[in-house]
C-alpha cells in the first residue's frame, strides 16, 4: 500500500464505520473486487481534515460515521461491468427505484473515474452521541435519486438542516460537496489530484508496508 495513505480509524479515534462495499449491503449486491478487509482507508491529508471536522462535530454532540474513502480502480471498473449487466431487481428497490441501472452513469451516480480512487474523498454522515442513532438526512448511503441531491425539495426540514449541518462542518474544513450526493465530500487541495490509485485494501499489505 503507497505510504502515504492511512487507515482512517487509526487516526480518527473512536470513529464509527461500515465499509459497504466490502459488505454485501451495497448496491451491486456482494462485496466488490479490492475490498478485501472492512476498513475506511485514506491520504494523511485526507486524515487530517476529517480529524477537524471530528473535532467540530464533537463540539456539538455528534459523530462520523464513514461508510467509503478511497476506492480502488479495479472496484470502479466492477462497477462499470455490473451495471452494463441485465437488471435482476435485488437492489433496485433499496438503491436506484426510479432509474435503470444502465443510467447510474449519465445521472452522475457512477463514474468511469473516480475521485475515491484518488485516496481523498469520503462518504460519511453523522450520529449522535446521546442517543447513538444516524441522524435523518432524507436519503440511505448509495440512494440513486433526486431524494438525495444537496438542493432536493423532497425531504422534511429538519432533514434539510441536518444535511447543511453535515455540509457546514465539511466545507469549513476544507471539503468540497458534491451536487449529486449529499454524503460525498473530497478534499479541496487533494495531494493526488490526477492520480488513480489500484492497490487493494487488505490488512496484509497494511502489515508489508510497515515491515
Known sequence: MKKDFV???????GVRWDSKYATWDNFTGKPVDGYEVNRIVGTHALAEALLEVQGKATALGYGLL????YRPQRAVNCFLHWSAQPEDGLTK????PNI??????TKGYVASKSGHSRGSAIDLTLYRFDTNTLVPMGSDFDFMDERSHHTSKAIPSNEVENRRLLCTLMESSG???YVYEWWHYVLKNEPYPNSYFDFPISNTLIARERE
Open 66 to 69: 464513514l461508510w467509503d474513502g
Open 100 to 105: 435503470d441501472r444502465t443510467e447510474m452513469i
Open 7 to 13: 487507515f482512517l480509524d487509526e487516526i480518527l479515534h
Open 93 to 96: 428497490e433499496k438503491h436506484y
Open 175 to 177: 471539503f468540497e460537496s
